[in-house]
């Protein structure tokens, strides 16, 4: 017999009748008190768009009704707790997860509706930086990171190896090119996997937590370098992070996602000069405010 | 009450079916790319089947003696030797170890030791979200990780039936020889009863075995959630499905064989 069954024999205590009633009648509406849904202009078109998108894994609803636009030409922060689903959006922009509703753009290309050959086409503009680097096990940093010249380039093998070694100075990780993904910290892992997402200067460029599991030294160097980089390159990047030390660094726009929604988005300087509690909040990594251990 | 307790057994049952449409889909994916150009597969295939020539041989050769000389071999010379009729165990080896024990046995020690080890492997890439990173990186992980891993796994288990029915029969020679037997009447009856369709069907059945296994065990793998301990039960299903798999197939392949030969019925 289910709990729900067990409760609906029993003769039910006033007091749990008040919880219940409770729980189901204004739900919707106290669950998004937060969410102003407020999405401040940038002026700049929007690289990837998120329209009404619904995505559930079994019962475990994910996204509910997401509305997210990525400005063209900015250093986009995606902030949120962790477990909201950020690494899910970034699936479903490189078009690893279709949404169960709604629609994903990018570039104004419907990504869910593509086909086989045209998702393959469209992926080359992508970087990706996997939450773990998503290094390849059986392979060294070096073909790790040349992977993609290899596989979307005809670069000679010497300026293969010329842009790598560059990529990997980059991230501090010269010496560390004949070693095994195994063979390597958390962080180190993470840093190749970052120069690997670079290496073929893309459009548009996805962080998953790029600086979780790096001390704040390099934290702060990887920031820099993302800014550097995006300076020389342009394009679109979205970085994920829970850390407020690198969105006040990096971020030109910030999305805030709870819940399955957008909290408010819009640029920088706006955002954290917000009046929205729960934005106020997480900005500020205070314990006082709406979002509790749950 | 009565709905969850339905609940309780459709949803699994719906969920294996499921499953199984999801392994079916596989397959043909598989088929389609591996005919399809470009064949970027090659090295890996190679590499697969080196793998798995390596792990199996040994293992594969003690089972099939000692089965062979065990099973069939003891069992049914201790009861024909009740008949004085112990030359047809010869012919009972075709029936016993060229139809069913060699690749059964094959197929036991291929999804054991191959299966598991591909499993395993795909699972942690999935965990580890290299599957994905492949994925973005244009690579198609049909095409380069199943393709290959099919068709070396569909050769090895064929090659294999060979070798696991040489070790076999020798098997029943051993267990002729413990009965102070000669070995002419064993090879009489066995020729007498031996034709090219036990032989072919033996090494098609098998090199099917094969890839149920290998469909089965990257299925498993490339759809593996929930860490390390996800891999885990991933390789565990991979084994139980692929046995299952693999006995559901062989009643078919049996039936349809004699059927559609009937000369291999009668037993001379
Ligand atoms: N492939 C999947 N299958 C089932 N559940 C998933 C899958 N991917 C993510 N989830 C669930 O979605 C939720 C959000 O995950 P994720 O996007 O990784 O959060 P985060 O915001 O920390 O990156 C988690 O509860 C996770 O269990
Ligand atoms: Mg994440």
């Not at chain 1, 030294?217 to 992070?241: F, K, M, P």
């Not at chain 2, 591996?34 to 792990?55: D, K, S």
């Not at chain 2, 469909?215 to 593996?224: D, H, P, S, W």
């Amino acid at each position: 017999m289910s709990e729900q069954e067990k409760k609906d024999d029993q003769p039910i205590e006033p007091a749990e009748r008040v919880r219940v009633v409770q729980e189901a009648a204004p739900g919707g509406e106290e669950e998004y008190r937060w969410h102003t849904g407020l999405n401040r202009p940038t002026g700049v078109p929007d690289a990837i768009e998120f329209i009404d998108v619904h995505k559930a894994f079994g019962r475990n609803k994910i996204l509910k009704g997401l509305n997210l636009g990525l400005p063209e030409g900015k250093i986009s922060m995606i902030l949120g707790p962790s477990g909201t689903g950020k690494s899910v959006c970034i699936k479903h922009m490189v078009g690893l997860l279709y949404p169960d509703d709604g629609d994903v753009l990018v570039h104004g290309e419907s990504v869910p509706n593509l086909r086989d050959e045209e998702l393959f086409e469209m992926r080359k503009k992508f970087g990706v930086l996997f939450q773990d680097g998503a290094l390849f096990g059986s392979m060294n940093l070096l073909d790790n990171v040349a992977f993609p010249l290899r596989q979307h380039t005809d670069r000679s093998e010497d300026e293969i190896m010329g842009i790598v070694n560059a990529r990997l100075a980059e991230v501090g990780l010269t010496d560390a090119g004949d070693k095994m993904p195994n063979e390597l910290s958390g962080g180190m892992r993470k840093r190749a996997g970052f120069a690997r997402a670079l290496v073929l200067d893309p459009d548009i460029v996805l962080f998953d937590e790029p600086d979780s599991g790096l001390d704040p030294v390099r934290t702060a160097l990887l920031c820099e370098l993302i800014q550097e980089i995006h300076q020389e390159n342009g394009g679109a990047y979205t970085v994920i992070t829970h850390d407020i030390m690198s969105a006040r660094r990096v971020a030109e726009y910030i999305a805030v996602l709870w819940r399955g929604r957008i909290v408010e988005a819009g640029p920088a300087e706006e955002l954290f000069n917000s009046d929205n509690d729960f934005v106020r909040q997480f900005l500020s990594g205070s314990a006082q405010g709406p979002l509790g251990m749950e | 009450m009565a709905r969850s307790a339905a609940d309780r057994t459709i949803a699994p049952a719906r969920d294996f079916f499921e499953q199984v449409g999801d392994m079916m889909i596989l397959t043909g994916k598989t088929i389609i790319s591996a005919v399809r150009p470009p064949f970027p597969y090659g090295g890996e295939f190679i590499l697969q089947f080196l793998f798995a020539l390596r792990l199996c041989w040994f293992p594969l050769l003690i089972s099939t003696v000692a089965f062979g000389y065990g099973a069939p071999g003891l069992q049914a010379a201790n009861f024909l030797v009740l008949f004085g009729a112990l030359d047809r165990l010869g012919g009972f080896f075709v029936l016993a170890s060229i139809r069913e024990f060699a690749p059964l046995v094959t197929a036991i020690v291929l999804a054991g030791v191959a299966g598991t080890a591909i499993t395993a492997d795909l699972g942690a890439r999935k965990i580890r979200e290299e599957l994905d990173a492949l994925q973005v990186l244009g690579v198609d992980p049909v095409k380069n990780l199943v393709v290959p891993r099919f068709l070396a796994l569909m050769l090895v288990t064929g090659l294999f039936d060979i070798y696991a029915l040489l070790f076999g029969i020798f098997g029943g020679i051993l267990a002729t020889l413990v009965y102070h037997a000669p070995l002419g009447p064993f090879w009489a009856t066995f020729f007498t009863n031996a034709s090219v369709t036990d032989l072919w069907g033996s090494v098609l059945k098998c090199t099917c075995y094969g890839a149920i296994i290998a469909i089965v065990c990257c299925y498993k793998g490339m759809t593996a959630s929930g860490g390390a301990a996800g891999v885990g039960r991933a390789v565990n299903q991979a084994v139980v499905i692929s046995f299952l798999g693999i006995f559901a197939f062989n009643y078919v392949f049996t039936q349809t064989l004699l059927a559609t030969h009937p000369e291999i019925n009668v037993i001379r």
